[in-house]
């Protein structure tokens, strides 16, 4: 049965930061794109950064420069790090793993930003 598995949020004060982990099970990591959505209440989930299996990456504009995905194929990981926090990235982040038709998702973390 397939597995992602998100850990690494919490609260943090504006500024902060926080680096998120999903670990991967029963899938072939290596060939998974992978990213990173995330929800707030009352909006729709929307795209965060992404990951393809060669390695390439792209971020929404409201996370570029702040916020860096990542993978280590040997850990069957991804990795979102985010930096200088802002109350407005407090959500439900959620990673995902897709490949052709196939696509599947984690449980969600809680990233709260607040004095």
């Known amino acids: 049965q397939v597995q992602l598995v998100e850990s690494g949020g919490g609260l943090v004060q504006p500024g902060g930061s926080l680096r998120l982990s999903c670990a991967a099970s029963e899938i072939i990591f290596k060939l998974y794109a992978m990213s990173w959505y995330r929800q707030a209440p009352g909006k729709q989930r929307e795209l965060v950064a992404h990951i393809t299996s060669a390695g390439s990456t792209n971020y929404a504009d409201s996370v570029k420069g702040r916020f860096t995905i990542s993978r280590d194929n040997t850990k069957n990981t991804v990795y979102l790090q985010m930096n200088n926090l802002k109350p407005e990235d407090t959500a439900v982040y959620y990673c995902?793993?897709?490949?052709?038709?196939?696509?599947?998702w984690g449980q969600g973390t809680q990233v709260t930003v607040s004095s």
């Open positions: 995902k793993a897709g490949r052709l038709e196939r696509t599947y």
